[in-house]
């Protein structure tokens, strides 16, 4: 079975209401949570899952559900890339978990990726529920962000390559996607919003950004079967550039 290597990239902080990851638990308690982006290579291919947030300012004054968000010079995404030797022309395959503002803020930047989205998470972010339509901006993933022609709409589990694999996790959002990578220490997923916090998994917690309840924990349950560790996309137990030790998700 072909191995890749991650790199964990961070694309800055926000404060939120933990109550907001965890469903009728820390309610009105603050959190400052990071948004993880992540690289992967390996098979001859570069590929960027999530892409992080396109204007701290948009952020700060659009979203009702955040306050503070804040980037270091290496966490915007053109930092992040820079900090790792690569150049956003390099990047052959981008992939959007989902289409919320913080992860596909900077899909423009690949010119010359292919970029994988469910297709109901495009049908879900053109035409969204009211209580996520502050989350989707169509000029971050449609026209010229999507490059013209280099989306690739999916249909549920998408084999990227051996080893690498696309897996619907819908619940967060209607076409959310989480992505299963083989690594030496073992399988790991890549959740993205299905399991914000490493809590999402182990106490079989779901958040309160939500589509479909039972969809969000059945896509806790998959990400258990499928993988042995996993990289939350907002937990603050990860560490910016890690390249292993991922958290384990059996004990
Ligand atoms: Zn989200």
Redesign the pocket.
């Known amino acids: 079975m072909k191995t890749y290597e991650i790199k964990v990239l961070k694309m800055g902080v926000v404060t939120v209401d933990k109550g907001g990851m965890t469903r009728g638990t820390d309610c009105g308690t603050k959190m400052v949570i990071p948004m993880w982006s992540i690289a992967i290579e390996g098979n001859g291919m570069k590929i960027i899952a999530d892409t992080g947030v396109h204007s701290v300012a948009w952020v700060n004054e659009n979203v009702s559900t955040v306050e503070g968000c804040i980037l270091e010079e290496d966490e915007t995404m053109e930092g992040a890339l820079k900090a790792i030797g690569w150049k956003p022309e390099e990047v052959d395959i981008v992939i959007n978990t989902?289409l919320?503002y913080?992860?596909c803020g900077n899909n423009r930047l690949f010119k010359n990726a292919k970029i994988y989205i469910q297709r109901k998470e495009w049908e879900f972010a053109l035409d969204p529920l009211p209580n996520q339509k502050q989350?989707y901006m169509p000029s971050l993933f449609a026209g010229e962000a999507g490059n013209g022609t280099n989306i690739e709409l999916i249909d549920g589990e998408f084999e990227i390559a051996e080893g690498l694999v696309l897996i619907p996790t819908p619940g967060?959002?209607r076409g959310h996607q989480s992505v299963i990578i083989n690594t030496r220490e073992g399988v790991v997923c890549y959740a993205?919003?299905a399991a914000n916090l490493l809590e999402n998994i182990t106490s079989n917690i779901i958040g309160n950004?939500l589509d479909d309840t039972p969809e969000a924990f059945k896509a806790l349950a998959d990400i258990r079967r499928k993988a042995e560790f996993v990289i939350p996309?907002h937990e603050p137990l990860i560490h910016k550039y890690a390249t292993d030790n991922f958290l384990a998700i059996h004990g």
């Open positions: 989902h919320h913080d992860h989350y967060h959002t993205g919003d950004i996309g």
